[in-house]
């Protein structure tokens, strides 16, 4: 057992109690000694580059170009995304892909290029291949945006996978995004990222990484243009960034650049360049596009975890409507299950679930359930005892079922990348149906055992199906979050066919939007914690997940009243709205706070429930077009310097920019705005962008800005659907769109078109389509931003 896993079995001795604690130390000293008799060792090591170019074969979409010690196939899809594999590497199989590879666009060819290398040309993108093996991406115009150096791969003397290095180049001026979850995002700055998903063990906050969400997806946005990269391998590895310097005066720029480090999997990438919008619908078209979220789901949400039962949580939601503060769904943690098992009640806890889980949704409240992926190990327990009969669990080199430690004591863990396992897990969720909730929270899922925080659970020598491929965890365990959620959603489409399924994790990889949507896990309890919580769902937004959160106030301890409502206040304009418990059980109601912090609090829980029907938009607009909720403010102009480094507010869709307050003691905040005219949403005052501005930010409120012109959909006083337009700029027009809720089952929506426009001295809203002058019957409209001065 080495020093480093056995301070962590200590610690965690210390977090449990001592029979647990003993669990936890045998359980690290077995996947020690799993892996000791695991995968041989390397031994002596060579390198390998491609060489010269020998040979090149022509193909659809691009072609294979030969070189004397590798190949490389480049193929541009019909979508715009381009594809490039490394000795042999097809596109499939793959994790992160919807499904088959897209088609080849016919019309784009291998032809040769000066100096005896060779070029593919598309409509939005140029990939050249030089005759030593580097790979540039240029815009159509022929700029440059990235080159990838020859690869370099590292073989073993003794056989087996060979990890390998890819370093790449771009402008001095690109700024590099992504890479999943970050804390320390959303612009990643100089430093190592390692691509391993992890439990941090307690808070964390914006220095930690890795953490649970790790994807090998970058954004890179500069002067000339944006482009994203996916290297399609769920392998461990590390991504070092370091950010370009442009010369002064005369001096030379000095180009930024990035090395890829894989420990094993195949050297293949994905590559689409256009405008931001662009390129992540380009990202939607061939990873998935999001789940939609019921209507509910994008309310407020509390999270419950103990002490108490059934009591206590009536008290949680009474407490809310006596309070008049508006609660969509109750989420259960691990302490409503049989001894902390997962697909059980706790009787004496929860003597009548079913029925109280009705009573709540009278009130409009839904029940949400933990779930995590450990089964306790031992007969008379119902998912263990169909497991075993189905062989559904992990098992070692030695073909031993691995054990670990988790809540319910010692467990066994389900080979979610088995097309077999997923169904039985699939199946599972029924009892929970059968319980009345109507959602899923998947937690602990990177996995995580109290014997290794900060590790894998499973030995790396662990065996997997990988979907009938075989292997072991080094590759499966990144995915195994994922392939969790896709068990999950697949078996509630096949038990609840009418109605959308809504669950999130607290682990994934690319990819698991198809499935629901993410949960920041553990933020500490403090401003830098904060911090990390937008970043979080800054950064997965761009990778593709458009439906994540933090929990309000983050994991342990009591914030304080100003911490707790900046928190609140950021979180109402984030997708997933969730407040929760400290992890001791603590109560972190509004109410607790005093009177003022409860006006400040029913006024923000109140303006969330307001602009649900703009949150429905956004979800509808993210599963078209892959555009996520919470957005960069470079969004819309990318090659605003400025914007790119600006990293504390947001723009939520089109019409909102939000400046959260994320320092203890702000009563007045810089705001960078893009460019065009903004209205500050509480005082009505104008301001002109680009450029920054000062603004106040009371207690009360953090700012918020529309921009001229748009058509928000809100909720009214009746709860009825109204637009809320926001005057164009004199001698301009604006617009909106509109999608309803249809329920929360599978049908389309109509997506309404409207546009904003003087006449005659005053602002007309008009439906696209519709009579002239006119909006759609049964629209009330409120103009805002008449009369009022720029600021």
């Known amino acids: 057992m080495s020093g480093r896993d056995l301070v962590r079995s200590v610690k965690a001795v210390g977090m449990v109690n001592a029979a647990r604690g003993l669990r936890t130390v045998r359980s690290s000293w077995r996947r020690w000694r799993a892996d000791a008799t695991g995968p ?44 490039w594999g490394w000795d042999g590497a097809g596109p499939e199989p793959s994790y992160g892909l919807r499904g088959a590879s897209p088609e080849a666009d016919p019309r784009a060819v291998l032809e040769p290029d000066k100096a005896g290398g060779w070029r593919v040309v598309s409509e939005r993108a140029t990939v050249v291949v030089s005759r030593q093996g580097a790979v540039e991406l240029r815009t159509p115009g022929g700029v440059m945006l990235r080159r990838d150096l020859p690869p370099r791969w590292w073989e073993s003397s003794e056989g087996g996978v060979a990890r390998w290095v890819q370093r790449s180049e771009v402008p001095a001026d690109a700024r590099f995004f992504g890479l999943g979850g970050r ?50 391998n769920t392998w461990e590895g590390e991504v070092l960034v370091r950010e370009g310097q442009e010369g002064a005066g005369s001096g030379h720029d000095r180009g930024g650049s990035c090395e890829v480090r894989m420990a094993g999997g195949p050297l293949r990438c994905w590559a689409m360049v256009g405008t931001p919008a662009r390129v992540l619908h380009t990202w939607a078209s ?33 407490g809310h409507l006596e309070h008049g503060l508006p609660l969509d769904a109750l989420h259960l943690g691990i302490a409503h299950g049989e001894a902390h098992q997962v697909f059980t009640v706790d009787k004496e806890r929860f003597p009548k679930l079913p029925q109280f889980a009705d009573e709540l949704r009278r009130e409009g409240t839904r ?15 119902g998912a263990y005892d169909s497991g075993v009969a189905a062989d559904v669990f992990v098992r070692d080199a030695a073909g031993r079922r691995v ?31 059968d319980q009345g909730f109507s959602g899923f929270w998947h937690d602990m899922d990177e996995p995580v055992s109290f014997a290794a925080f900060g590790e894998a659970t499973l030995p790396r020598s662990a065996r997997h199906s990988l979907e009938g491929r075989g292997g072991d965890h080094r590759e499966a365990h990144n995915v195994y979050g994922l392939a969790m959620a896709r068990a999950a959603y697949e078996g509630l489409r096949e038990v609840l066919p009418e109605e959308r399924p809504f669950l999130f994790s607290r682990s994934g990889w690319v990819g698991m939007q198809r499935y629901g949507g993410a949960w920041s896990g553990a933020v500490s309890t403090d401003w830098p914690g904060l911090r990390a919580a937008l970043s979080l769902v800054l950064g997965l937004g761009l990778c593709g997940v458009p439906y994540s959160g933090p929990d309000v106030g983050g994991i342990d301890g009591s914030p304080s009243p100003e911490l707790y409502l900046r928190w609140l206040q950021l979180g109402a304009y984030l997708p997933l709205f969730r407040t929760r418990a400290s992890v001791g ?22 303006e969330r429930r307001r602009l649900l029907p703009y949150f429905v938009t956004l979800a509808q607009l993210a599963r078209r077009t892959g555009a996520p909720y919470v957005r960069p403010l470079w969004w819309g102009c990318p090659e605003d310097r400025a914007l790119r480094e600006c990293g504390d507010a947001f723009l939520l869709g089109d019409s909102l920019l939000v400046a959260p307050v994320l320092e203890s003691g702000v009563r007045q905040r810089a705001v960078r705005l893009p460019p065009g005219r903004w209205y500050d949403t509480a005082t009505g005052k104008a301001y002109a962008g680009p450029g920054q501005v000062r603004v106040e930010a009371p207690l009360s409120r953090i700012p918020v800005f529309a921009r001229a012109g748009t058509v928000l959909p809100v909720r009214g006083r009746d709860g009825g659907l109204e637009l809320e337009a926001w005057a164009p ?40 389509g519709g009579e002239e002058g006119r909006v759609a019957p049964g629209r009330p409209v409120r103009v805002r931003g008449l009369g009022l001065a720029e600021g």
């Open 40 to 83: 041989a060792s390397r031994g002596g090591e060579r390198a390998r580059v491609p060489g010269p170019v020998v040979k090149v074969e022509p193909g659809p979409g691009g072609g294979v170009v030969r070189f004397a010690r590798s190949e490389l196939r480049v193929r541009v899809t019909s979508g715009g995304a381009v594809f």
């Open 183 to 232: 804390a320390g995002g959303p612009r990643l700055r100089d430093g190592a990222y390692r691509l391993w998903n992890t439990d941090p063990g307690g808070g964390f906050g914006a220095g930690d990484d890795p953490l649970s969400i790790t994807m090998p997806v970058q954004v890179v946005v500069a002067d000339a243009g944006t482009h994203l990269v996916f290297h399609d």
């Open 286 to 318: 061939l990873t998935g596009p999001p789940v939609l979220p019921p209507s509910w789901a994008l309310g407020h949400h509390r999270a419950w975890r103990g002490p108490g039962g059934e009591e206590e949580v009536r008290r949680i939601a009474a």
């Open 367 to 381: 029940l949400v359930s933990v779930v995590g992926p450990a089964v306790k190990a031992g007969p008379g327990v």
């Open 403 to 433: 054990r670990g430690v988790a809540w319910p004591g010692d467990v066994l863990y389900p080979d979610f990348t088995g097309p077999r396992v997923r169904e039985w897990w699939g199946r599972l969720y029924q009892e929970r149906l």
């Open 585 to 606: 059980g603590g109560r972190r109601e509004p109410w607790e706070f005093g009177a003022e912090v409860l006006g400040h609090a029913r006024v923000t829980l109140l």
């Open 729 to 768: 700029a004199e001698g301009r027009t604006g617009s909106g769109l509109v999608i309803a809720d249809a329920g929360d089952g599978w049908e389309e929506p109509e997506v309404e078109r409207f546009t904003t426009r003087w006449s005659a001295g005053r602002v007309v809203v008009e439906r696209d």
